[in-house]
């Protein structure tokens, strides 16, 4: 019985008649998703690609965009040859007119698990062997603290994912203060493959160890309820705040770390006069800060003591890098752990997102596998990962990055592989118009979402489960051999194929794929991989013996890993890689970029858009999390994720009094609105939100009315979440700076959700 691995899990697929009947978990898996069962009916369901597609007007127009039509335009059918001729032909026609710089490949996605089979190697190492496109850099999950976090601890992407191990929390921790709390829905995930859940085990652990939990969220769901935790429910997006008054606290009672402060950070007095209103004239005293939060002050300051009477951990969930000024509150962290004099002690310090993944505080080395080579990108051309519609609408405009000066390229063409921007993207309404405004939109998709419809030329991909790969990533250590359980469906073909036959036709076929086909790449990444993991005492069997087998399990540490341990027992022999080598606790350098929305040191400054507003046109504010039954949008059409919708349309959940003085009751289809537009939901009532605060998991595949414009039928939030940036630092995402209100619809003429219908197509 073959194996397949995803990034939620590993399953053994049932087929019968050459369709999967079930998603039987992994026997190693303690705790497996329920997600893999989201296959089960869909990979030849009506939603599939099922032949290479061309948008019919832009068929007519011979490449040239007529306005507004994409996503509400027909397709026609075509054969693969011609498909192929007209994806070469438009490369040719824009590097030619243009140059490279005028394509845009984000590609931003997690497409699939497989190390070869990984559709943003696959497009960027082919991009590359053309001449290179416009790229993006970081990402929506973090992108303000990916900025912000290597200019106070000198890295991020180095420890992100080696952060201290659970088991060094049960065995040497106290306190467990989680802002935003530890989701273990979250923890379903893991880039790459997962072999193993360990998050749910981790906690229950902790607890029975005696750890105590603080879940500081508007969500009592944040955290399991078998932890006990106590509830702070903060109003949203005032985190730093909150932050803020804990440090005012340490320095007025004189319980922080002076000695560590001295020795390990640098700037700590400059931070202090902001604490104490000596640079503003606003000392940040648990008063002020619970004016804000809406907390208690005597809860701060009982929060602060606790703190720094016992080893504590705190940790920042990743969610609050994506609101207004996102890169503050994971900065204020830091310092908050820096003043407790913490920091690399075991089961204590900082974390960033324990189960954000399953990897993190999973007690595993970080592991050297090899990945597809992407070669060098010719083109210096770039944009922030969520300035896509600003790029689009604003060619040759100026952006401020991390304290550089840019300019937008002029995109003609948009080359999509792997990834969904009407997904992850913020104020869709806004995207759709920008989307019009390149020449030619090119995608690889194996069912029809809101990507595809939006596309020009349409490539259909193969599953995960019609391929064979190599299923092992840096972030688990479980190998797995990934068999296909059944032949690809309809015209569907491999990204390495199609890109190997666009090789051909621009003529660097050799270039791409150096003369081997799939088989002969998976056993080169494969060799590399062994040979470099037999450096760090690692072993691995043989290429064919692995296949055999069908999975293969490296061990975990034998140490818990303890974050800036090094750090902590010697900083000059063991310096960060900051200016200073130290903390940076104020940054000269972020200072000198003299942006007015991130100063020099953490500071709380008020979203545009927040509760504690004087003027609220929209008095509830909307959280937009990650779902539970899918991973960001994959999968949205198959059982699973169909099971948890209401009457089809996705899931608004409110506080009872929210809902009893708007009349809504369970179940009914609500309207949720702003400036932005409009979604549809079914409502859920439960006492585990904060009064005034609204959630909905993302994930919805974007289904706009044509009758009604700026509508969602099936309930994507991110309609209603804005295209706003971090700050001029990062330039991330900031959507959960988002208000709205709802409204009660009659279920009389409700529209129909189709999302997950195909658009009409023309046979060859």
């Known amino acids: 019985m073959g194996l397949t691995t995803t990034h ?156 201290t191990s659970w088991e060094s ?63 702070m429910a903060i109003r949203p997006n005032t985190d730093t705040a909150l932050i803020l008054g804990l440090c005012y606290v340490l320095l007025n009672e004189g319980l922080h770390n002076k000695e560590f402060l001295a020795s390990h950070c640098t700037g700590f007095d400059r931070f202090a006069d902001y604490l104490t209103g000596t640079a503003d004239g606003q000392p940040k005293t648990p008063q002020w800060a619970a004016a804000i939060c809406d907390l208690a002050p005597e809860a701060i300051t009982s929060l602060a003591r606790n703190m720094a009477s016992r080893p504590t951990m705190i940790s920042l969930s990743w969610s609050l890098t994506r609101q207004a000024y996102g890169e503050q509150p994971i900065w ?177 076929e050799e270039r791409f794929t150096e003369g081997r086909n799939a088989e002969e790449w998976q056993a080169w990444l494969y060799d590399v991989s062994r040979q470099r993991l037999a450096k760090s005492g690692f072993e691995m069997p043989s290429y064919s013996d692995f296949r055999e087998a069908g999975w293969h399990k490296l061990p975990e540490r034998q140490t818990p890993e303890i974050l800036f341990q090094d750090f902590r027992k010697d900083p000059l022999q063991h310096p960060l890689k900051t200016p200073s ?23 709380w400054r008020a979203p545009l858009e927040w509760l504690g507003a004087e003027d609220i046109s929209y008095p509830l504010h909307l959280i937009s999390h990650q779902p539970r039954t899918k991973l960001h949008s994959q999968l949205d059409q198959g059982p699973v994720s169909a099971a948890a919708k209401i009457k089809g349309r996705e899931v608004v959940t409110l506080n009872p009094v929210d809902a009893a003085s708007r009349q809504i009751k369970e179940g009914d289809i609500v309207r949720i609105f702003n400036q932005r537009g409009a979604i549809l939901a079914g409502a859920k009532v439960s006492h585990t939100i904060r009064q005034g605060v609204v959630l909905m998991p993302t994930g919805a595949w974007f289904d706009p009315d044509p009758d009604r414009d700026g509508l969602c039928k099936h309930g994507n939030p991110n309609v209603l979440a804005p295209d706003r940036p971090t700050s001029r630092l990062a330039q991330g995402p900031a959507a959960h700076s988002c208000l709205v209100e709802i409204a009660v619809l009659p279920e009389a003429g409700l529209p129909e959700v189709s999302a997950h219908k195909p658009p009409e197509i023309a046979k060859k």
Not at 181 to 210: C, F, M, S, Y
Not at 586 to 603: I, K, M, N, Q
């Open 8 to 163: 939620w899990g590993t399953y053994y697929p049932q087929v019968e008649k050459g369709r999967i009947t079930e998603m039987l978990p992994f026997s190693e898996d303690p705790d497996p998703s329920e997600i893999g069962a989201g296959f089960v009916g869909v990979l030849d369901a009506p939603s599939r690609v099922t032949a290479p597609m061309a948008r019919k007007g832009w068929l007519e127009r011979k490449g040239l965009a007529p306005a507004g039509r994409r996503g509400r335009d027909s397709f026609v059918e075509l054969d693969w040859q011609t498909a192929l001729d007209l994806v070469a032909g438009e490369l040719n026609r824009v590097r030619t007119d243009y140059g490279n710089q005028a394509i845009f490949a984000g590609c931003y996605g997690w497409a699939s698990a497989g190390r070869f089979h990984h559709a943003q190697s696959q497009i960027h190492r082919f991009l590359n062997c053309i001449g290179g496109y416009t790229k993006s850099v970081n990402t929506y999950s973090f992108a303000a603290a990916e900025v912000i976090v290597p200019h106070v601890l000198g890295d991020f992407r180095g420890f992100i994912y080696n952060q």
């Open 169 to 231: 929390i049960i065995r040497d921790g106290s306190l467990f203060v989680g802002f935003g709390g530890v989701p273990l829905k979250n923890g379903q995930i893991n880039q790459g493959g997962t072999g193993k859940h360990i998050q749910r085990q981790r906690v229950l652990e902790a607890r029975q160890a005696g750890i105590e939990f603080v879940n500081i969220s508007p969500l009592q769901e944040d955290m399991l309820d078998d932890l006990g935790a106590q509830w």
């Open 332 to 508: 204020a962290g830091i310092v908050l752990a820096a003043m407790l004099g913490q920091i690399g002690l075991p089961g204590s310090g900082i974390g960033l997102g324990y189960s954000a993944v399953n990897r993190v505080g999973h007690n595993l080395e970080r592991l050297p596998f090899a990945a597809l080579p992407q070669g060098i990108n010719s083109v210096s051309d770039f944009i922030p990962v969520a300035r896509i519609a600003d790029m689009l609408l604003e060619p040759g405009g100026d952006f401020d990055y991390n304290g550089g000066h840019h300019s937008y390229p002029d995109v003609k063409l948009v080359y999509w592989a792997g990834g969904n921007p009407f997904h992850h993207h913020q104020d869709l309404n806004r995207l759709v118009d920008a989307w019009q405004k390149p020449e030619t939109v090119i995608v690889h998709e194996w069912c029809w979402n809101a990507l595809a419809k939006h596309a020009d030329i349409v490539l259909p991909v193969t599953t995960p489960l019609e391929r064979r790969d190599l299923g092992f990533a840096p972030l688990d250590n479980y190998m797995i051999s990934m068999e296909p359980a059944i032949a690809p469906v309809a015209g569907a073909r491999d990204d390495f194929e199609i890109f190997a036959d666009l090789a051909r036709k621009c003529g660097v």
């Open 581 to 603: 080598g130290k903390i940076e606790i104020y940054s000269e350098t972020v200072a000198g970029f003299a942006y007015e929305d991130c100063l020099g040191h953490p500071f």
